[in-house]
């Protein structure tokens, strides 16, 4: 396995571990909806993106939305890990008075690109942002994150078709297909049908993977940068509550107020990551 591989699955140990203690400390929150994108923040993240957590607004910097903005406490997660802010901060989410907001806010947050959190409008977002970049000639790319059950919004799909007409081929949308929704199961709610083809329909460069694999995701993106004539979807097959074998099982487990025992299953999982990422005990 090469270097950047194996470092990108430490930063996903190290994202999942502190999204769970981050959540643990509060009380409650979105797990389900932020394990599901920690491999996916961990390759871009990890050497696909460039950054500068120095400078958060470095012009030449590639651009990252959460539409799915939920699931903001795995990117404050990583946001902290790259070093955009200290790691205690973590322990403020959704507190009075954080900089760490419920859903991601641009004015709050170092290293947030968009506010989001309404969903189905950050995508609309990214592909202005994308846009903007190609009309001043500059060679940034934009990465989304959108939720499958957020693709139920109609506007995502005007969006897609946006994008498709003006060719924003360093536009690349990650859907995290984790099956599920706030309501239920995604496909009882509306079908999405496949959603590979469907984008395929809609003109872009269309590839399915193993959400769960770092290998995959990285080599999927690595794919979409080497044609230059269509915009990217990569449609990520997750399970919601992903790497953390009793939260993928339990069925409500979008929002979570934990029990006694649920309390006892994510302890068990802070530890074993711990463990894992040879970090001090949880606090």
Request: aromatic share 8%.
């Amino acid at each position: 396995m090469s270097s950047i591989l194996k470092e990108m699955e430490t930063l996903r140990d190290q994202i999942r571990l502190w999204t769970l203690k981050e959540l643990h400390y509060l009380g409650f929150g979105h797990y389900g909806g932020s394990l599901s994108i920690v491999e996916a923040l961990a390759v871009l993240y990890g050497g696909v993106m460039k950054i500068d957590p120095k400078n958060p607004k470095w012009q030449d910097r590639d651009y990252f939305i959460l539409s799915k903005g939920h699931g903001g406490p795995s990117l404050y997660a990583t946001l902290a890990l790259k070093g955009f802010f200290p790691e205690a901060v973590l322990y403020t989410l959704n507190q009075n008075g954080t900089k760490l907001p419920s859903h991601p806010d641009r004015n709050l947050t170092p290293g947030v690109d968009m506010t989001t959190g309404s969903l189905g409008q950050g995508i609309s977002a990214a592909v202005g942002v994308a846009l903007s970049h190609k009309l001043s000639d500059r060679k940034n790319n934009t990465y989304c994150i959108v939720g499958d059950g957020e693709l139920n919004e109609g506007q995502t799909w005007e969006a897609f078709q946006f994008a498709s007409h003006h060719c924003l081929h360093h536009l690349f949308v990650l859907v995290d297909d984790n099956k599920k929704q706030l309501d239920g199961p995604t496909k009882e709610i509306i079908d999405p049908l496949d959603f590979a083809e469907k984008f395929k329909a809609f003109g872009f460069y269309t590839l399915r993977v193993d959400g769960s694999a770092i290998s995959e995701i990285y080599e999927a993106i690595e794919k979409g940068r080497a044609q230059s004539e269509k915009p990217v979807a990569i449609i990520l097959d997750t399970v919601k509550g992903q790497g953390v074998p009793y939260l993928e099982k339990k069925a409500d487990n979008h929002h979570i107020r934990p029990t006694k025992e649920d309390e006892q299953a994510i302890l068990e999982a802070i530890y074993k990551l711990e463990k894992i990422c040879g970090k001090a005990v949880i606090k």
